[in-house]
C-alpha cells in the first residue's frame, strides 16, 4: 500500500492508499453492527430496548478499536501515550471564526436534521429498508420505566453526547482525513462518504449524513482544524438526551 508524504501548509502528512482507507474507515461501523446486533438478545432479557444494546456496543467497540488504535499507533512512533504526529488537523484559529463558524453550522445541522433528513429518510427506508426488525430502530418508548430511561439516556449523554463524538472526530477527521489529502477536495468527499456510510447500524440515513457532513468537513480540511468537528459533533449529539431528560422528568 502507498504511503508517501506530501507537504500542506508546511506540514507533512502520511499518505494511505485509498483501500487502506477504505477499510480503516468501515471496520469499526462494522465491528459496532455486529456487536449490536449480538447484544440485542442481552438486552431484551433484562427488558432494555434495543438503544441499550447500541450503546453497550458503541462502548464495547468504539472505544477499544478507534482511540486503542490511534493510542497504539502514537505509543509506536512517541514511545508514550502521545498523538503527535498520528492525529492532524490541530492548528488554531482566531476565536472570531469559532464565534462565525459554529453558529451557521449548528443551525445548518439543525436544519438538515429537522426539515431535509425526515422525508428523505423516510422515503429511504420505507423503500429499501421496511424490511428490517422493529428492534434495529434505535427509537425508545416512553412506556419503559423512568429508571430505565434514565438510565439509557445517561449513558447516551455521556458516550454518545461527549466520549463517543471526540473519538470520532480524532478517527476520522484528525486521523483519516489527513492521509487522503492528496485528493483535496475529492478526498474530503471520500472521507465523508466513507464516515456516512461507516454508520451501518442506520443505513436509510447514509445519504442525509452526508449531506450534513460535507460541508462541515470541507471547513475543517481547509482550516486544518478538527476542534470545530468536536464540537458542533458533541453538541449536535448531546442535544437529543438533553431534550428526552426534559420528556423523562415530566412523566407522572
Not at 494511505?16 to 477499510?23: E, G, M, P, T, V
Not at 436544519?111 to 430502530?137: G, K
Given at each position: 500500500?502507498?504511503?508517501?508524504?506530501?507537504?500542506?501548509?508546511?506540514?507533512?502528512?502520511?499518505?494511505?492508499?485509498?483501500?487502506?482507507?477504505?477499510?480503516?474507515?468501515?471496520?469499526?461501523?462494522?465491528?459496532?453492527?455486529?456487536a449490536y446486533i449480538m447484544f440485542i438478545p442481552i438486552s431484551n432479557s433484562i427488558g432494555f430496548p434495543s438503544r441499550f444494546a447500541f450503546l453497550i456496543a458503541g462502548i464495547c467497540v468504539l472505544i477499544p478499536v478507534e482511540?486503542?488504535?490511534?493510542?497504539?499507533l502514537g505509543m509506536k512512533k512517541n514511545k508514550k501515550i502521545s498523538l503527535i504526529g498520528i492525529v492532524f488537523y490541530r492548528e488554531s484559529i482566531p476565536l472570531k471564526q469559532y464565534v462565525i463558524i459554529l453558529p451557521l453550522f449548528l443551525f445548518y445541522a439543525l436544519?438538515?436534521?429537522?426539515?431535509?433528513?425526515?422525508?428523505?429518510?423516510?422515503?429511504?427506508?420505507?423503500?429499501?429498508?421496511?424490511?428490517?426488525?422493529?428492534?434495529?430502530?434505535l427509537s425508545i418508548s416512553l412506556e419503559y420505566s423512568k429508571t430505565i430511561l434514565l438510565t439509557i439516556n445517561i449513558l447516551s449523554l455521556v458516550f454518545n453526547g461527549f466520549i463517543g463524538p471526540i473519538i470520532e472526530e480524532l478517527f476520522f477527521r484528525g486521523y483519516l482525513l489527513p492521509r487522503l489529502s492528496q485528493l483535496k477536495i475529492w478526498g474530503v468527499f471520500i472521507n465523508v462518504a466513507l464516515n456516512s456510510l461507516y454508520h451501518l447500524w442506520m443505513p436509510w440515513r447514509i445519504p442525509t449524513l452526508i449531506l450534513m457532513g460535507f460541508p462541515l468537513a470541507i471547513v475543517i480540511w481547509w482550516k486544518r482544524n478538527l476542534y470545530l468537528g468536536m464540537i458542533i459533533h458533541v453538541i449536535g449529539n448531546a442535544l437529543g438526551p438533553i431534550l428526552m431528560f426534559i420528556q423523562i422528568f415530566s412523566i407522572p
Open positions: 500500500m502507498v504511503n508517501n508524504n506530501i507537504s500542506i501548509k508546511g506540514s507533512k502528512y502520511p499518505q494511505d492508499s485509498l483501500i487502506k482507507s477504505i477499510i480503516l474507515h468501515l471496520t469499526p461501523g462494522i465491528l459496532i453492527t455486529i482511540l486503542g488504535f490511534l493510542l497504539f436544519f438538515i436534521t429537522m426539515v431535509v433528513a425526515p422525508p428523505i429518510d423516510n422515503f429511504i427506508f420505507n423503500t429499501l429498508f421496511s424490511w428490517l426488525p422493529d428492534w434495529f430502530i
